[in-house]
């Protein structure tokens, strides 16, 4: 059998989810590397349909669990499904998504396997290691390179000895490769005996869906307060993101004064946002907020401290009292709307 | 109802040191405290023990200088707090961390529910509750953002899953890892400031220390520490290199910057 990278796929509504994309984009590129074939495994109901696709865009071998118990996303039944195909097709390296469903179903996979898994990885990669204790090298080993200890510390990890070796990786990182109708490859359709208990023990009673309130994840702009800003400079903040059509952010000693609602928050104890723009005010960049927007694509920072850690990270730095710079830019912003009325 | 708390003492990270050298953090560079996230396990444990009775235990796996977190936590609601601590369980990953709670936890006995964190504010994994989990053989539920209902053998709670909210009925012993904002039957949960007869009570408390050798009845100790780790950090470096070069204006000319910056980038 061909050794083997496999990604663990995810679908919704019927869709292949464009983050599973990237990673057979990004599977094919560590296969290629390491004289490996790609794998993808998809399980659900309805879903032996999406075989060809994933050939398309880079899979040499489908695996499909379709089952009319798996329909609804399950932990248990679906944690018995991945274990099962990757124990019976001993794959060197399984990807998944490092999305809620792929960090609590991996590592049970993973645990049940009783092999390594990274979590978070912002890349993957192939090469080789020679272990420093024993001599021994390693040949075409994954390379699984994430952030750590608060975002600060970037980590390569590997998994010498045991198989498969595991990784969540990042969405949204890589492209999606291109569809390519005349690839083929071999489907194989499984069927996992699912017991009762792992089908009771958690049961899904409503599946929601609802747009965010406050969507920082896919806004293109961000205007974020810190402890610099106080209630009163909140207000400009919020009336610069509504002018510039982007959403407020905050830093946690804002949240933390109770200036703004958890869910404003960005860092490490909030979210991980990368709009084109991100507009920091009186936010000092601490490492805890730094990790959450330094892959924005371009940071403006309004800051009366010259020293500010936060100026390390802009491409723009404003050293002054934000409530001079700010009225004055609202007031610019709002002249230049007038004429146009846009 | 017997309650497991998996509480990770962890660093300061906007003060520690890292020694970049051998990919280690300096844990002699700041205190340990719990991990921000176990709070909110803490204050939900406290109100299914008043809703149910019962004992909270919490689990730890630190160096001996977490007791101070530990007695923050007995500070906290915590009745009895377990530091797993030895040179055997240094330098665990997920999996032999993992492997090393669930370990105490079978020794404790039994259980009808493990709280936890969803994350590590230093490791950022979110994967030591499923593993524990998994180890265990109860099923669980990640990033969980309300528990709406509380029974003896089974619970409803709603998971964050990014684009939907997933409600979800647990079948107890379970583990579940709690998220934020955090709702407890209809309530919204924040971690409380202990009182300060809780602390000077704390102070005095006891904390069970357990080595690798307590252990050795329910677990196999070759799963412990980095012999029972499958992962090897081989290299590290900073990451906040951002090779940003801020172009720096004073005071009020900054304005003009800031417009000419966002007509460049078409937003005006």
Known sequence: MARTVLVYVEVSDGKIEDHSLELIGKARELATKGGMDVGALVVGHGVRELARELIYRGADEVHVVDDPRLGTYRLLPYTKAVAHVVGATSPEVVLFSATVVGRELAPRVAARLRTGITADCTDVDIGSWTDPLSGRVYENILYQIRPTFGGEIMAAIVTPQHRPQMATVRPGLFPIPQRDETRSGRVVEWSVELDEDSLDSIEVLEVRREMRKVDLKSAKIIVSGGRGAGPKGFELVRELAKLLGGEVGASRAAVDAGWISYDHQVGLTGQTVKPDIYIAVGISGAVQHIVGMKDSKIVIAINKDPEAPIFRVADYGIVGDLFVVLPKLIEKLKQGRLPGGS | ?268
Not at chain 2, 168 to 183: G, K, Q
């Open chain 2, 1 to 268: 109802m017997n309650i497991v708390v998996l509480i990770k003492p962890t660093p300061d990270i906007t003060k520690v040191k890292f020694d970049i050298e051998k990919g280690t953090v300096n844990r002699a560079s700041t205190n340990l405290e719990i991990n921000p996230f176990d709070l909110y396990a803490i204050e939900v444990a406290k109100r299914i023990k008043k809703l149910f009775g019962g004992t909270i235990v919490s689990i730890s796996m630190a160096p001996p200088q977490a007791e101070v977190a530990l007695r923050d936590a007995l500070a906290r609601g915590v009745d009895r707090a377990i530091l797993l601590s030895d040179r055997r369980f240094a330098g665990a990953d997920t999996l032999a961390t993992s492997y090393t709670l669930a370990s105490a936890i079978r020794k404790l006995g039994s259980f009808d529910i493990i709280l936890c964190g969803e994350k590590s504010v230093d490791g950022d994994t979110a994967h030591v509750g499923p593993e524990v989990a998994e180890l265990l053989r109860v099923p669980h539920a990640s990033f969980v953002t309300q528990v709406s209902r509380f029974d003896k053998d089974r619970i409803v709670v709603e998971s964050d899953y990014g684009d939907a909210y997933y409600e979800i009925e647990l079948r107890l012993p379970a583990l579940v890892a709690l998220s934020r904002p955090l709702m407890f039957l209809g309530e919204t949960v924040e971690p409380s400031i202990p009182k300060v007869g809780d602390v000077l009570r704390a102070r005095r408390a006891k904390i069970e220390v357990w080595s690798a050798d307590d252990l050795k009845d329910v677990a196999d100790l070759n799963r412990l520490g980095i012999l029972g780790s499958p992962t090897r950090v081989v290299k590290s470096y900073y990451a906040l290199e951002s090779g940003r070069e801020a172009k720096v204006v004073r005071g009020i000319e900054g304005v003009s910057t800031v417009l000419q910056a966002l007509k460049e980038l078409g937003v005006l």
